[in-house]
Structures are given as structure tokens and as C-alpha cells.
């Protein structure tokens, strides 16, 4: 289910530019040398959708994920990989990597640290009334003992982004609730082989769950 607020309405200018912003699961193997370059993950997807099904609003749509990136990074670069690209909308996946804890950082994420920048983030981005704002939930469709930790620490993760969503007033996307849900009629594996990077099913789920939500909206879709 995708949640609407009655502040959440979404009022795109006429040929706007949508910004995807995160971490590996955004990035999809994007190239870096191609200013326009999408990847292949569910930045693509829904750029592809939207702009087949809808020429007329002439959407541009950039991704700047890169993979690995923690919330931290995204405050470090937020800009010039965001403000400086000046987008009328942004959309943001990010917190899988800051739940990954010691065994991958020296440096672990803490949910007081993570609420903060997320915050600056969110509060940079805010300056600026014009771009609207999307949150997509970081998720995890492994339940086995080796991501046990993760689990643990992504379940706070996940509640401040939906604080987050109330508080900016941003349309949220609840990701993990959804891939529950699809993964108790398909096997996890079909959405996820890790459980953390989707498939083309998983891809194609966020995608059509993104696109749900902004018409849900009543965006310019």
C-alpha cells in the first residue's frame, strides 16, 4: 500500500527533472562517463515507462547512485549531485548499506547519526519549495542467521525514514512492507538472489510501486 498524506500532493511543472539518488540498488550498473546513463535497474525502468506513456510532459530523468554509498555520502555530495542539478523532483533509496554494521564498517552507522543526516539532507533539499520529494524504504528479503545483524539494525533504519516522510511531508514508497508481502507469493530469491540487490522482478516492482505512488499523488502522471 502505498501511503498518501493529504499534504502529500504532488505538482510537477511541464518538462521537470527527476533526480534518483541512493546507492547500489539505484546505481544498477549505470556508467559514469554518460551524463544520461540510467543503469538498468528500476531508475531505468520507470524513466522508460514514463516516458513511453507519457511524451507529452517531457520528463528528463537523471540517476546519480552510486554503489556503496551510506547516508553520509549522500549528505557529503548532495550539491553537487543533487541542488546543483537543480531537479523539480527527487528520489531518494538509501539506508540497506548504513544497516550492514561492523562486519563491513570500520565506522558503523548509528540510528542517531543516520536521522541526522538524513535530516541535512532533507533540509537542504527543502530550501528549495519547488522539488518534491520521494523516500523509498531500504529493505531486506533475507531472514537467515548471516543477515541476523542487519536485520536487527535496519528495522530502526527503516522506522526513521517513515518519521522522516511526516515530518518533510514527502510521499513515501513502503519497500519493505512490499517486498513482504510479494514475497510470500513468490520465493524471496525471485525479487532478490542476496536479499538485498533485486532482480528484474524486483527492479520492475520498485518501479511500478514508484510510479503507483506518484499517481496515487495526483502528479503530472
Known amino acids: 500500500m502505498i501511503r498518501v498524506e493529504e499534504e502529500e500532493k504532488m505538482n510537477l511543472q511541464s518538462n521537470p527533472t527527476i533526480l534518483f539518488q541512493g546507492d547500489s540498488i539505484t546505481d544498477a550498473g549505470r556508467k559514469r ?3 544520461e546513463a540510467l543503469g538498468e535497474g528500476y531508475a531505468m525502468m520507470t524513466a522508460a515507462w514514463v516516458s513511453a506513456s507519457h511524451p507529452e510532459y517531457g520528463a528528463r530523468f537523471i540517476n546519480r547512485g ?4 551510506r547516508i553520509r555520502d549522500l549528505r557529503n555530495r548532495w550539491i553537487k549531485d543533487c541542488l546543483d542539478l537543480k531537479p523539480n523532483l527527487v528520489s531518494i533509496l538509501v539506508g540497506i548499506n548504513d544497516a550492514l554494521g561492523k562486519p563491513f564498517w570500520k565506522e558503523p552507522t548509528s540510528v542517531e547519526s543516520f536521522q541526522s543526516d538524513y535530516e ?4 537542504q533539499t527543502r530550501c528549495d519549495s519547488e522539488i518534491q520529494i520521494v523516500l523509498l524504504e531500504p529493505f531486506l528479503l533475507c531472514s537467515n542467521d548471516n543477515y541476523a545483524e542487519t536485520r536487527c539494525n535496519l528495522t530502526p533504519i527503516i522506522g526513521v525514514v517513515r518519521e522522516l516522510s511526516k515530518e518533510f511531508k514527502t510521499l513515501l514508497i513502503p519497500l519493505n512492507d512490499i517486498f513482504v508481502k510479494a514475497a510470500s507469493v513468490k520465493n524471496p530469491c525471485y525479487w532478490s538472489l542476496d536479499g538485498v540487490h533485486p532482480t528484474l522482478a524486483g527492479h520492475a516492482l520498485i518501479a511500478q510501486s514508484w ?3 506518484i499517481i496515487a499523488c495526483e502528479s503530472f502522471l
Open 211 to 213: 510510479i503507483k505512488g
Open 66 to 69: 552510486i554503489s556503496g554509498n
Open 120 to 123: 541535512y539532507v532533507l533540509e
Open 33 to 35: 562517463k554518460s551524463y
